[in-house]
T-cell receptor, first 112, second 114 residues
Framework: GEDVEQSLFLSVREGDSSVINCTYTDSSSTYLYWYKQEPGAGLQLLTY?????DMKQDQRLTVLLNKKDKHLSLRIADTQTGDSAIYFC????????????FGTGTRLLVSP | DAGVIQSPRHEVTEMGQEVTLRCKPISGHDYLFWYRQTMMRGLELLIY????????DSGMPEDRFSAKMPNASFSTLKIQPSEPRDSAVYFCASSVDRGSEKLFFGSGTQLSVL
């Protein structure tokens, strides 16, 4: 199937690290993505990782990819209240056009 | 560039009425997508266009839904007649080319059908 699964909710305290997890289905996905959605806004591309990589770091963000287990994670270091949002992982399905399939989204709440 | 522009931001209508949602993609982007977001079903791809031509509309729920892209800078999503179950946030997104899945989303239209 096309289900990309995420936990629905994560709550952390400001300054802590956040880890958002995702499992995907298509082992042939070329790229895997993390999008961020702030209240009342559209999704914004946060970061992405090419499928032949295990890890990608971008400032406070670290993406880990375990292709064997089809598991993707996003770690946010030193989480700030401004990081409160919904985070979506997405995979590409190779159906002729590389269709982007989004996960259910994880709502991250950062408390002071 | 101002990004992907959608209008209206909010739409409240009564069941049976026609609803038209509008989108202006980022200039130079060849692909345009319409998504629907609901709590129950998450983000669903409804239809996408390449160079103004509809490529895949398999996500369009019913014949009540139609989408057009008369030119490179404008697209509409129409629901006629609307039903309460159509209530959702509708997003338009665009991307540069087929090899890029890096979508740029508009702010969405919050549709409420009473």
């Amino acid at each position: 199937g096309e289900d990309v699964e995420q936990s629905l909710f994560l709550s952390v305290r400001e300054g802590d690290s956040s880890v958002i997890n995702c499992t995907y289905t298509d082992s042939s996905s070329t790229y895997l993505y993390w999008y961020k959605q702030e209240p009342g806004a559209g999704l914004q591309l946060l970061t992405y990782i090419f499928s032949n990589m295990d890890m990608k770091q971008d400032q406070r963000l670290t993406v880990l990819l375990n292709k064997k287990d089809k598991h993707l994670s996003l770690r946010i270091a030193d989480t700030q209240t401004g990081d409160s949002a919904i985070y979506f992982c997405a995979e590409t399905l190779n159906t002729g056009f590389q269709k982007l399939v989004f996960g259910t989204g994880t709502r991250l709440l950062v408390s002071p | 560039d101002a990004g992907v522009i959608q209008s209206p931001r909010h739409e409240v209508t009564e069941m049976g009425q026609e609803v038209t949602l509008r989108c202006k993609p980022i200039s130079g982007h060849d692909y345009l997508f319409w998504y629907r977001q609901t709590m129950m079903r998450g983000l669903e791809l409804l239809i996408y266009f390449n160079n103004n031509v509809p490529i895949d509309d398999s996500g369009m729920p019913e014949d009540r839904f139609s989408a057009k892209m008369p030119n490179a800078s404008f697209s509409t999503l129409k629901i006629q007649p609307s039903e309460p179950r159509d209530s959702a946030v509708y997003f338009c997104a665009s991307s540069v080319d087929r090899g890029s899945e890096k979508l740029f989303f508009g702010s969405g239209t919050q549709l409420s059908v009473l």
